[in-house]
T-cell receptor, first 112, second 114 residues
């Protein structure tokens, strides 16, 4: 019940296209859903996060869509750029100061 | 504002030895989390320290331990190293005034066990 399932494992997108990464969770106590971006040799960087009281959050080219009834959330990267090539992790946690449960990651490659 | 720092960057040990990894949180952050990122396994929660106390630990054996100092920096100790302990060890910090959920990661320590 603590798992967060992420798909796809890898993704290749043309420059300018839309990258979509999906995550699903089981634990209904989760109420914080962040996405992290990790470049090789670096730690994960917080990209964008959402709470269940909204169905969508947008920051620049990055959008999180959240479906509470389906217990699913997704990251959309609009106008994908080669600089977006990285590994993306979804995560979830419960209220307050609690550990994050991570998906296994999606390796995104944006090709020109 | 300086980010989370970790040292050393790389650490090479042999099986059976002990490893000590260090983390300094963002100024003002009182909570430190440790995660293990092994190849192909994603990030797995190891330990959580808040206000100097261990608050929770993940599904790891007792040879993984640590502590948090009065200045909120933290140390992760891994005893009796095994080959499968080879991984990137990440530290993250957060503060209660951010709701405690927003975790900011350091660059990690790459531990290699030979």
């Amino acid at each position: 019940q603590q798992q967060v399932k992420q798909s796809p494992q890898s993704l290749i997108v043309q420059k300018g296209g839309i990258s979509i990464i999906n995550c699903a969770y089981e634990n209904t106590a989760f109420d914080y859903f962040p996405w992290y971006q990790q470049f090789p040799g670096k730690g994960p960087a917080l990209l964008i996060a959402i709470r269940p009281d909204v169905s969508e959050k947008k920051e620049g080219r990055f959008t999180i869509s959240f479906n509470k009834s389906a217990k699913q959330f997704s990251l959309h990267i609009m106008d994908s750029q080669p600089g977006d090539s990285a590994t993306y992790f979804c995560a979830a946690s419960s209220s307050g100061n609690t550990p994050l449960v991570f998906g296994k990651g999606t390796r995104l490659s944006v090709i020109a | 504002e300086a980010g989370v720092t970790q040292s050393p960057t790389h650490l090479i040990k042999t099986r059976g030895q002990q490893a000590t990894l260090r983390c300094s949180p963002i100024s003002g952050h009182t909570s430190v989390y440790w995660y293990q990122q092994a190849l192909g396994l994603g990030l797995q929660f190891l330990l959580w320290y808040d206000e100097g106390e261990e608050r929770n630990r993940g599904n790891f054996p007792p040879r993984f331990s640590g502590r948090q100092f009065p200045n909120y920096s933290s140390e992760l100790n891994v005893n009796a190293l095994e080959l499968e302990d080879s991984a990137l060890y990440l530290c993250a910090s957060t503060s209660r005034d951010r709701g405690g959920n927003e975790q900011f990661f350091g660059p990690g320590t790459r531990l290699t066990v030979l």
